[in-house]
Nanobody, 120 residues
Framework: QVQLAESGGGSVQAGGSLRLSCVASGSTISVHGMCWYRQTPGNQRELVES???????SYSDVVKGRLTISRDNAKNTMYLQMNSLEAEDTGVYYC??????????????WGQGTQVTVSS
């Protein structure tokens, strides 16, 4: 069974930093494109950043260079380094990935989310 699990969320004061992780697990998986999404209070889920298997990245305007995505293919893990956090960054952060299992069609998977709370 393929699963994505986020970790690293928590509470921090404005200006602080957090590092989120997302680990993909399952038998004979190949993890392709990965993304971080977030849902802030009162808003719809939005794309934050994406990264290809070859580590090509795409950033959304909302992060303004403060959040940096990376991945370690050997560990099937994606990271989000979050610096200079602002109260507006408060929300639930989700990871998303396109994963292929041997002898099966690929599919998009979501993690359960990790809460980030930034106090001003």
């Amino acid at each position: 069974q393929v699963q994505l699990a986020e970790s690293g969320g928590g509470s921090v004061q404005a200006g602080g930093s957090l590092r989120l992780s997302c680990v993909a697990s399952g038998s004979t998986i190949s993890v392709h494109g990965m993304c971080w999404y977030r849902q802030t209070p009162g808003n719809q889920r939005e794309l934050v950043e994406s990264i290809s298997r070859g580590s090509l990245t795409s950033y959304s305007d909302v992060v303004k260079g403060r959040l940096t995505i990376s991945r370690d293919n050997a560990k099937n893990t994606m990271y989000l380094q979050m610096n200079s956090l602002e109260a507006e960054d408060t929300g639930v952060y989700y990871c998303n990935a396109y994963i292929v299992q041997t002898y099966k069609d690929g599919d998009v998977y979501w993690g359960q989310g990790t809460q980030v709370t930034v106090s001003s």
